[in-house]
């Protein structure tokens, strides 16, 4: 992390020490630069050198964190596969984690967490990148285990890990492409693009046909073509030394041989000769239109006046596609983007039309929004606000060691030069209105594009035009076989690589410390110093959400409507014009609503803060609520409930909720609301929603940032024109209990994949009580990738990209939940084993080696909770919601070191009644019925909105189940704090 420190962001005067030649030459290890920061630039220290063996190591120094974050980065993606064996590259990844020489299968993982840390691997079309951020005394342990599989992982592969993992990745392709609407656009539109045979023509995931045909020895010599260590970048941040890291990167990866050379390639742009029109049919409600023009590869002179042209065109409310076609109804969506990658880039307008509205039509009105950019050509604020943006994005992606340690490790990978940062942006810097002008006449004016037309089954007369290409194989020539002749050497070490390094001794971890107040209005406020970024983030909590609904149901997601009205005009400002003036202040402002609060967002640079709360003020307070913005809103809201059948994710966890919580209970109903409730919602039921309940007397206020509360409070006195009422929060009503386990079905007519939830409503939050000792046994069952219900499921069946449980509660009694996505094919044994799993722990209790696992797992893991501002704010916050003592985390701790198997197994057969559990599945009932009623358990029919079809006799009204794990909340604060790496259209994680 930066220190503190303010940033200046031109002018960057680095210290770059270049050594000569006869230097480079004394150590078998060459340091080839060491960067400084001279001053405030926006920069990222670190020291680079190259192992003999190629190996190049970047090592950027920060102590402000006991955490190290270590990322290997293979300069080799789906780009590097070939016809017929597309999604290879990203299978290998998932085959690095299943052991090498001296790890055993499923023992990667278990060390990382077991260590108190994380990990992940993803791939890109470019590169495939492995990474972990853990305590920093496991810095060792991180190198050993990722030179392990770098240099002894073939002879641990096996043909029975293989066909798992295959199974796993098809599961992944279910999930994220067959059984998702929309999700076969990219591979559509990328086969349509490029000549057949370029290594864009495919998806990163891969076709399940090239998957089948693949085999072990495919796989071994990927592995040695590609994943030497002259074609890797070790990057390592944190609570670390140069010193320290070369010592062990030479004895760990050191012995490692060099692979075959590697060049980077080069291909020409594709050209098309006329608009390539291409569809299929798709279980969606929204037809989608898409058009594509190929444009440039990343760090292309042309990239950034591209990027800023689609910003223009198709981001934020700013844009000419909003403007023409959300703003007016036209459109439910309308955007563009501009991805880049290495060999190429793709420049999208996407569109997905509301009912009544052809995809012809949104075509022309595409085309007429250049035609008007052409008019208008680019102003001096959407200038100022793409420039702002990219800067504050930038600041918010060094908050973490591990997004400094990833910026350093692409601009590495990608243009061997760690230090590209400033150099990128002074490029965002320096892009002018000509620049746009010019690329806008060189890819997009006039020119041919791919226009994909996505429409719902049945409906192929629908398209935007008639299909007028197929692909073309003549002319393709095969390339020359990149394998042929490889070999496996090992390396050969003068230690014993088969023990595991010990740990150094266990860091000392700091609970961030804070301060309170109240205000006179009744806000009470918690907040702490977070001066690595120059920035503020700031959290409201005003208590009620759609928990407040429960008091006329008719009106339920009256709650999310008026938080997205608040996102709108105030009565000084269009939201347009507060959209505009948030953005070139590189600011935040957002209003959300969930099951029983309402929550504003707020971020900024600390030097912009005073007029961003300006801003704040304006729309918390003086909110226009415009008529014209009630009734688009409220038809995009009436839209997106019509839309939910066809996503079954959303239908399961809707279904789920209401099997938990029964017919008459606010909370069976989705925040959304229903068609009736929401269709019955008029403007000014929305005034008096937000005149009845935003109230400073039921809002908690969390303040994280590079600023004091001296200083911070006083700027704050605009809230005290906010006066406070009394709000009634409705009392939890009664759940009823279920008699017996059963099944319940939801039919998802020829879905590629069943998602399933198992589970009953169990306890409310608390800190120290049965519901954190629950947390800590759950934590083998469901609760890590390697608990027993991953491991079963994933790992040793390959019947799911992965499944889990977790307890979810608040001041409200929450459910206990298992969860998967699992191939059709399979449902019913799924579902076998996830009771089967759940019974054993209930049944059987907890391992003396399990207990020590989730002891050391969840106790190291304290090293990584408070680094980033968001961290802080929610640690902060569950102080301040739960009114929780000072020491809490300490007394966690000390639970979780003198908790005992005996307390653990009590805690199993209290929680987990199996006998009386929610089985719930939303898939093709025509190929999973059958099965499922094989099982024993009676098999309930329900419709998406969870009627019952088929009513037995026994059934109760009211049953039991949970959703998946949420999202984390301030997702636009979240998504400015990450770092922006141009890696193109997708990157795939493993996990």
Request: charged share 25%; with cysteine.
């Amino acid at each position: 992390m930066i220190k503190s420190f303010k940033i200046a962001l031109l002018g960057c005067a680095l210290l770059i020490w270049q050594l000569p030649v006869q230097a480079q030459k004394a150590s078998p290890t060459r340091l080839v630069e060491k960067v400084t920061r001279k001053g405030s630039e926006l920069v990222i220290p670190y020291e680079k050198y190259v192992l003999p063996n190629g190996l190049t190591v970047v090592v950027h120094e920060d102590h402000s964190d006991p955490i190290v974050h270590v990322d290997v980065t293979y300069h080799v993606g789906s780009a590097r596969e070939e016809v017929g064996k597309s999604g290879f590259a990203h299978f290998f990844e998932h085959m690095m984690f299943q052991g090498s020489d001296n790890v055993a299968d499923e023992e990667h993982p278990k060390i990382i967490f077991e260590a108190g840390g994380t990990m992940n691997g993803t791939t890109s079309r470019d590169r495939t990148n492995y990474f972990e951020t853990l305590p920093s005394n496991q810095l060792e342990t991180a190198l050993w285990l990722e030179s392990d599989r770098m240099g002894f992982l073939l002879d641990a592969v096996t043909q029975k890990k293989f066909e798992i993992q295959r199974e796993t990745v098809k599961n992944e392709r279910g999930q994220s492409v067959d059984n998702r609407p929309y999700g076969q656009a990219n591979e559509t539109v990328y086969r349509t693009l490029y000549p057949y045979g370029h290594p864009y023509s495919w998806d990163i995931i891969g076709y399940i046909e090239d998957l089948n045909r693949s085999d072990v020895n495919d796989l071994k010599n990927f592995f040695l073509r590609w994943y030497g260590p002259n074609n890797a970048t070790l990057t390592v941040g944190g609570d670390v030394t140069p010193q320290q890291v070369v010592k062990l990167a030479e004895k760990y990866f050191g012995s490692i041989p060099r692979g075959p050379e590697v060049k980077n390639m080069k291909l020409p742009a594709p050209v098309l000769t006329q608009d390539r029109y291409i569809s299929y049919e798709d279980n969606v409600r929204f037809p989608l239109l898409q058009m594509t023009f190929p444009t440039v590869p990343n760090f292309h002179p042309d990239e950034v006046p591209l990027d800023l042209l689609a910003e223009i065109l198709g981001q934020g409310k700013n844009s000419i596609l909003y403007k023409n076609l959300v703003k007016t109804q036209k459109a439910v969506q309308a955007g563009a983007s501009h991805p880049c990658t290495e060999l190429a880039g793709e420049f999208s307008v996407q569109i997905l039309p509301y009912p009544g509205q052809t995809l012809a039509d949104m075509e022309k009105l595409a085309r007429e929004a250049f035609l008007e950019f052409e008019k208008t050509g680019v102003t001096d604020d959407a200038l100022a606000r793409f420039k702002s943006s990219y800067e504050t994005g930038q600041i918010n992606s060094l908050s973490s060691v591990s997004g400094k340690t990833s910026i350093l490790a692409n601009y590495q990978t990608f243009t061997g030069n760690p230090n590209y940062l400033p150099v990128n942006l002074k490029r965002y810097k320096a892009v002018t209105k000509a620049d746009v002008m010019r690329v806008y006449n060189k890819y997009i004016k006039g020119k041919p594009a791919v226009i994909l037309s996505v429409v719902p089954k049945g409906k192929a007369n629908e398209v935007a035009k008639a299909d007028n290409f197929k692909v073309n194989t003549t002319g393709y020539k095969a390339p020359k076989d990149l394998y042929a002749g490889l070999k496996y050497v090992k390396a050969k070490d003068n230690f014993d690589r088969s023990k595991r390094p010990a740990a150094g001794a266990n860091p000392v971890v700091k609970v961030p410390p804070f301060w309170t107040d109240k205000m006179a209005n009744g806000i009470k406020v918690i907040g702490t110093k977070n001066d690595e970024v120059p920035t503020v983030t700031m959290l409201f909590s005003i208590k009620g959400g759609h928990k407040l609904e429960a008091k006329d149901p008719s009106k339920a997601g009256i709650a999310a409507l008026t938080a997205a009205m608040l996102n709108e005009a105030s009565q000084k400002y269009t939201a347009e014009e507060i959209s505009s003036k948030l953005e070139i202040l590189g600011s935040s402002i957002g209003f959300g609503s969930s099951t029983d609060q309402m929550t504003v967002s707020v971020q900024a640079l600390t030097k912009n803060l005073d007029a961003t709360l300006a801003l704040l003020e304006e729309r918390m307070l003086h909110p226009r609520f415009d008529q014209a913005d009630f009734d688009r809103l409220k038809k995009q809201r009436l839209e997106a409930i019509a839309n939910q059948s066809t996503q079954p994710t959303v239908v399961a966890n809707n279904v789920y909720n209401k099997l938990l919580y029964g017919e008459n209970n606010i909370m069976a109903v989705p925040t959304i609301g229903m068609a009736a409730s929401v269709a019955s919602i008029t403007l000014d039921d929305v005034k008096k929603f937000y005149a009845d309940n935003f109230s400073p007397s039921v809002t908690n206020l969390v303040i994280v940032g590079d600023t004091e509360k001296d200083k911070i409070l006083p700027k704050l006195t605009f809230l005290n024109k906010w006066a406070p009422k009394p709000v009634e929060i409705p009392a939890d009503a009664k759940i009823a209990n279920l008699d017996k386990t059963k099944i319940f079905l939801v039919d998802k007519e020829k879905a590629a994949q069943s998602e399933i939830r198992i589970g009953y409503m169990a306890l409310p939050y608390d800190a120290t009580g049965e519901y954190y000792k629950s947390q800590i046994m759950n934590y083998v069952l469901g609760g890590a990738f390697n608990s027993r219900i991953n491991l079963n499921l994933r790992e040793a069946k390959g019947y799911t990209y992965g499944a889990g449980s977790y307890f979810s509660g608040t001041e409200s009694a929450g459910p206990y939940t298992a969860y998967a996505g699992v191939r059709s094919n399979v449902s019913d044994s799924s579902v076998v084993e996830f009771m089967k799993e759940i019974k054993r722990m209930r049944e059987e209790g907890i391992t003396d080696e399990e207990l020590a696992f989730v002891k050391n797992a969840m106790g190291q893991s304290d090293a990584r909770k408070y680094e980033t501002a968001f961290q802080k704010a929610a640690f902060l916050n569950n102080i301040i919601r739960y009114n929780l003592d000072a020491d809490y985390v300490t007394k966690q701790n000390q639970i979780l070191q003198n908790i005992t198997k005996e307390e653990i197994n009590a805690l199993a057969k209290k929680y987990l009644p199996v006998e009386k559990m929610n089985i719930m599945l939303v898939g093709d009932k025509a190929s999973i019925k059958p099965g499922l009623e094989k099982l024993g358990y009676d098999v309930v029919e329900l419709d998406p909105d969870g009627n019952l079809l088929t009513k037995a006799a026994d059934t109760p009204e009211v049953m039991i189940v949970a959703p998946e794990p949420a999202e984390p909340k301030s997702k636009k604060a979240k998504k400015k704090a990450v770092n922006k790496e141009k890696v193109g259209p997708a990157v795939i994680r493993t996990f």
